[in-house]
């Protein structure tokens, strides 16, 4: 890549952002090296990554913290150096941090994507993790929990301050040693205890001198009395630093054990941050993951460093049918943003970076060559024109068919004419060469160029005549006016004037202009139809969804209506079978009492005497005499057990 070019693009100020979204000083390490890569296949894995990156996010943010660059003192440690308590203690802080972000990251990713398996990367070393938290902490001290032997020798330390303090404290309040003293308070010089003595007192206190003031009026002297206690005191000390020693370098030859491990484990720190600061980026933008292919195509994209309140979106293609894109339109309109818009997205995603568009599909370009603004070399005593050349010379010597070439105002600083004939030819040989070229530019001739050359399309800015402002909307497809003589009618130039101006354009460029006004006129109608046209689509898509919605509330009552009914009729049904099931049962009960009734009765007659139940009967078993027989008289027939009727 270019590395002119892509300063001129700004791709500089991307990677600033870029840096600023890094959590650990290993990720923005990386960030600023960053450049952008030519291989289809490497780009397409970058952007995956900020993808995956993306989905975490959406999740939950991972966790750096303590995740600082240890390497200089993991290697250090691995020559079997000694690491001090604020060296062993960032190392115990990474343990922790690595621990931690290894495991987010193998929760929320995707097993065997690029973040999971670069998670396998961090070290989980609980057991040096755990010595390093009791040993020392983050002001660099060692602690007493470090070894049972410095808790020892800590304790006796103290109990020996204790009791200076305590001697010194009798002394200064003793009456017979106030009147020596300058303060009634212990200093400290040379590591002892002493106390400010008047000089003139000096034999009255005997002791050590260690030190007197500037004015030689007051002698520090430590008193006979605590020189033993201050001995052992001094003793006690250096067993503590000789232990505090052994402590640090017992720590340190274990974090030496590690060393490569912890080394790659930055490492691995210092990609996932990297890729999830191109996630954080491309969240902070509303930025879409843009795919490779061989043309170009943004829709609605917004240049990433101009504010998004003020910024118009544009769509662009280039590619395919037309391999070169000639911008027209009047200054101020927003050309040069287009091209920096163009070749800034091109240099993110070949980065792996989302670029903020509703779509967009680039091409992975071997080279991005970008010839924008207006310069004058005052060393080299270059024009602008000039300047201009010798930037697009440079660029003839680079490009291939897997090129991109930027040019604004192409052929401007020079004569118009001969300007225009350069800037066609310049065209031509990018088209011939199969390098896709975007320009800018004011001239009719590359308008008319571009509007019958097969291969190469036209596009504008907008300009509004009425407000004299650029709307900075691009139209593809159509040539843009240059609105010279309109802009200087209404800012007051005489008619007169103007038309005079128009008489003396060639005829050519006149019926251009002419055409052009033509065509202005009939886009501004027919997006003004278009709008009614939307309009009124939305009126009918809102009338739509209300009866849409007024059916549904229908077909909802009535299927509410249908299930009441339904549940009604189940009602019903079920009483009726309930009604026929109880009458059912009282039939049933009435004809067994029917047949319980029949069959007493049918026992009664058995039962009963004949005398009672037929005149003349005769006892049981014996036929009654024929005289006793009348007419009507009901009898048992015994030889049927039956009874009958005479």
């Given at each position: 890549?270019?590395?002119?070019?892509?300063?001129?693009?700004?791709?500089?100020?991307?990677?600033?952002?870029?840096?600023?979204?890094?959590?650990?000083?290993?990720?923005?390490?990386?960030?600023?090296?960053?450049?952008?890569?030519?291989?289809?296949?490497?780009?397409?894995?970058?952007?995956?990554?900020?993808?995956?990156?993306?989905?975490?996010?959406?999740?939950?943010?991972?966790?750096?913290?303590?995740?600082?660059?240890?390497?200089?003192?993991?290697?250090?440690?691995?020559?079997?150096?000694?690491?001090?308590?604020?060296?062993?203690?960032?190392?115990?802080?990474?343990?922790?941090?690595?621990?931690?972000?290894?495991?987010?990251?193998?929760?929320?990713?995707?097993?065997?994507?690029?973040?999971?398996?670069?998670?396998?990367?961090?070290?989980?070393?609980?057991?040096?993790?755990?010595?390093?938290?009791?040993?020392?902490?983050?002001?660099?001290?060692?602690?007493?929990?470090?070894?049972?032997?410095?808790?020892?020798?800590?304790?006796?330390?103290?109990?020996?301050?204790?009791?200076?303090?305590?001697?010194?404290?009798?002394?200064?309040?003793?009456?017979?040693?106030?009147?020596?003293?300058?303060?009634?308070?212990?200093?400290?010089r040379s590591g002892r205890f002493c106390l400010p003595v008047k000089s003139e007192s000096k034999a009255q206190v005997p002791g050590v001198v260690h030190d007197q003031s500037a004015s030689g009026a007051t002698l520090f002297i430590e008193p006979m009395a605590v020189v033993d206690i201050n001995n052992d005191i001094a003793r006690m000390e250096r067993e503590e630093e000789q232990?505090?020693?052994?402590?640090?370098?017992?720590?340190?030859?274990?974090?030496?054990?590690?060393?490569?491990?912890?080394?790659?484990?930055?490492?691995?720190?210092?990609?996932?941050?990297?890729?999830?600061?191109?996630?954080?980026?491309?969240?902070?933008?509303?930025?879409?993951?843009?795919?490779?292919?061989?043309?170009?195509?943004?829709?609605?994209?917004?240049?990433?460093?101009?504010?998004?309140?003020?910024?118009?979106?544009?769509?662009?293609?280039?590619?395919?049918?037309?391999?070169?894109l000639v911008i027209t339109g009047p200054n101020t309109g927003g050309k040069t943003v287009t091209l920096k818009t163009i070749g800034l997205f091109c240099l993110m995603a070949q980065c792996g970076m989302w670029v903020p568009a509703r779509q967009c599909t680039v091409p992975v370009y071997k080279g991005i060559f970008a010839d924008i603004g207006d310069e004058q070399s005052i060393?080299?005593?270059?024009?602008?024109?000039?300047?201009?050349?010798?930037?697009?010379?440079?660029?003839?010597?680079?490009?291939?068919?897997?090129?991109?070439?930027?040019?604004?105002?192409?052929?401007?600083?020079?004569?118009?004419?001969?300007?225009?004939?350069?800037?066609?030819?310049?065209?031509?040989?990018?088209?011939?060469?199969?390098?896709?070229?975007?320009?800018?530019?004011?001239?009719?001739?590359?308008?008319?160029?571009?509007?019958?050359?097969?291969?190469?399309?036209?596009?504008?800015?907008?300009?509004?005549?009425?407000?004299?402002?650029?709307?900075?909307?691009?139209?593809?497809?159509?040539?843009?006016?240059?609105?010279?003589?309109?802009?200087?009618?209404?800012?007051?130039?005489?008619?007169?004037?103007?038309?005079?101006?128009?008489?003396?354009?060639?005829?050519?460029?006149?019926?251009?202009?002419?055409?052009?006004?033509?065509?202005?006129?009939?886009?501004?109608?027919?997006?003004?139809?278009?709008?009614?046209?939307?309009?009124?689509?939305?009126?009918?898509?809102?009338?739509?969804?209300?009866?849409?919605?007024?059916?549904?509330?229908?077909?909802?009552?009535?299927?509410?209506?249908?299930?009441?009914?339904?549940?009604?009729?189940?009602?019903?049904?079920?009483?009726?079978?309930?009604?026929?099931?109880?009458?059912?049962?009282?039939?049933?009960?009435?004809?067994?009492?029917?047949?319980?009734?029949d069959l007493e009765r049918q026992m009664r007659d058995k039962l009963k005497p004949a005398s009672s139940s037929t005149p003349g009967a005769k006892a049981p078993g014996q036929a009654p005499d024929r005289d006793d027989l009348k007419p009507g008289q009901r009898v048992r027939v015994l030889s049927l057990d039956k009874p009958g009727t005479v």
């Open positions: 890549m270019d590395s002119r070019s892509i300063k001129l693009l700004e791709l500089n100020k991307i990677v600033d952002s870029l840096q600023q979204c890094c959590a650990t000083s290993m990720g923005a390490e990386i960030a600023a090296g960053i450049v952008p890569h030519t291989e289809k296949d490497v780009v397409a894995q970058l952007l995956q990554q900020t993808a995956e990156a993306v989905a975490v996010l959406d999740k939950e943010s991972p966790p750096f913290s303590g995740l600082t660059d240890v390497r200089d003192d993991v290697v250090r440690a691995g020559k079997q150096g000694v690491l001090d308590a604020r060296q062993l203690h960032r190392v115990g802080a990474f343990l922790v941090g690595s621990k931690r972000l290894r495991r987010h990251i193998v929760r929320h990713g995707e097993k065997d994507s690029f973040l999971w398996l670069a998670a396998q990367g961090l070290v989980e070393l609980d057991d040096l993790a755990q010595s390093l938290a009791e040993a020392v902490d983050n002001d660099g001290n060692v602690l007493d929990s470090a070894s049972s032997e410095l808790k020892s020798i800590r304790r006796r330390l103290e109990s020996g301050r204790a009791k200076l303090r305590d001697k010194l404290d009798s002394m200064i309040k003793s009456p017979a040693m106030q009147k020596h003293l300058q303060e009634p308070l212990v200093t400290q232990e505090i020693l052994r402590v640090l370098s017992d720590l340190s030859l274990q974090v030496g054990s590690h060393a490569q491990e912890l080394v790659d484990a930055v490492q691995s720190a210092a990609d996932i941050d990297l890729v999830f600061a191109r996630g954080k980026l491309a969240l902070s933008m509303d930025a879409v993951l843009p795919e490779t292919g061989d043309s170009l195509f943004i829709d609605k994209g917004r240049h990433p460093l101009l504010p998004q309140k003020e910024v118009v979106p544009i769509t662009v293609s280039l590619g395919g049918d037309f391999t070169a060393e080299q005593s270059l024009s602008t024109f000039s300047s201009h050349m010798t930037s697009i010379v440079s660029i003839l010597k680079e490009v291939d068919n897997q090129s991109l070439v930027l040019l604004d105002e192409l052929g401007a600083g020079t004569d118009p004419v001969e300007g225009a004939a350069l800037a066609t030819s310049l065209l031509d040989y990018f088209r011939e060469k199969g390098v896709q070229v975007v320009a800018t530019t004011h001239y009719s001739e590359l308008k008319e160029y571009a509007w019958t050359e097969p291969g190469v399309q036209n596009a504008s800015v907008e300009f509004d005549v009425e407000t004299l402002r650029p709307t900075y909307r691009l139209l593809m497809g159509t040539p843009g006016k240059s609105n010279a003589f309109e802009i200087a009618r209404r800012l007051g130039l005489s008619e007169e004037v103007v038309q005079g101006a128009r008489r003396r354009m060639h005829g050519d460029s006149r019926r251009l202009e002419d055409m052009l006004a033509s065509l202005e006129a009939k886009r501004v109608e027919t997006e003004k139809q278009l709008a009614v046209a939307r309009e009124k689509k939305l009126e009918t898509e809102k009338l739509l969804a209300t009866y849409n919605k007024r059916l549904e509330q229908l077909r909802s009552e009535r299927e509410k209506l249908l299930e009441r009914g339904r549940q009604k009729a189940n009602e019903v049904v079920v009483k009726a079978r309930r009604d026929a099931e109880q009458l059912l049962t009282e039939l049933r009960q009435a004809a067994a009492d029917a047949n319980v009734a």
